[in-house]
T-cell receptor
Framework: DAGITQSPRHKVTETGTPVTLRCHQT?????MYWYRQDPGHGLRLIHY???????DKGEVSDGYSVSRSKTEDFLLTLESATSSQTSVYFC???????????FGPGTRLTVL | GDSVTQMEGPVTLSEEAFLTINCTYT??????LFWYVQYPGEGLQLLLK?????DKGSNKGFEATYRKETTSFHLEKGSVQVSDSAVYFC???????????FGEGTQLTVNP
């Protein structure tokens, strides 16, 4: 157990509204990641962070922004949600010096 | 770029049957290779990993061998149980180390 929680676990929202998902970790790991999971695509990286205020884009970053103002929290924001962003979102961490990632329980987001 | 290809699913087996889920990859250098498992309604759990050619990862009766000559990392289990029903993901960590590239996932159902 890597001490990762995600909130909310489920959310239904309407097109055009802003949405923020939170990932919280308790072990002060430097590296954190946001993925989305869609049928037929596996998991795809949205953004990742390698320290406080240090973030970078993944392969599907359009329409998403992130922030990391403290080590334990990594926020994913959809500025104006669209139906194509309906997905399950997973946060992950990796421990210093390893490439193994550990995943949170996920957030199921539905955009109507 | 890096890519992972898994055998198409879903796969349905009877209890105690032999399981193979094929995974092949494309990557530069010497990636680490992973199998993750996702049980219904949960996040991804690391099942096993291998970091160099000819390494064998194993856990809970599952095994996979890193075959560089065939760029493969097939998952096997000699006798599956109903409790093994889940989605299995093959993944690799590229030379950048900052992201995992996932296959599409393979749904396994084991019937009593």
């Amino acid at each position: 157990d890597a001490g990762i929680t995600q909130s909310p676990r489920h959310k239904v929202t309407e097109t055009g509204t802003p949405v923020t998902l939170r990932c919280h970790q308790t072990e002060n790991h430097r590296y954190m990641y946001w993925y989305r999971q869609d049928p037929g695509h596996g998991l795809r990286l949205i953004h990742y962070s390698y320290g406080v205020k240090d973030t970078d884009k993944g392969e599907v970053s359009d329409g998403y922004s992130v922030s990391r103002s403290k080590t334990e929290d990594f926020l994913l924001t959809l500025e104006s949600a669209t139906s194509s962003q309906t997905s399950v979102y997973f946060c992950a961490i990796s421990r210093e010096g390893t490439d193994t990632q550990y995943f949170g329980p996920g957030t199921r987001l539905t955009v109507l | 770029g890096d890519s992972v290809t898994q055998m198409e699913g879903p796969v349905t087996l009877s209890e105690e049957a032999f399981l193979t889920i094929n995974c092949t990859y494309t990557a530069t250098g010497y990636p680490s290779l992973f199998w993750y498992v996702q049980y219904p309604g949960e996040g991804l759990q690391l099942l096993l990993k291998a970091t160099k050619a000819d390494d064998k990862g194993s856990n809970k009766g599952f095994e996979a061998t890193y075959r560089k000559e065939t760029t493969s990392f097939h998952l096997e289990k000699g006798s599956v149980q109903v409790s093994d029903s889940a989605v299995y993901f093959c993944a690799l960590s590229g030379t950048s180390g900052s992201r995992l590239t996932f296959g599409e996932g393979t749904q396994l159902t084991v019937n009593p």
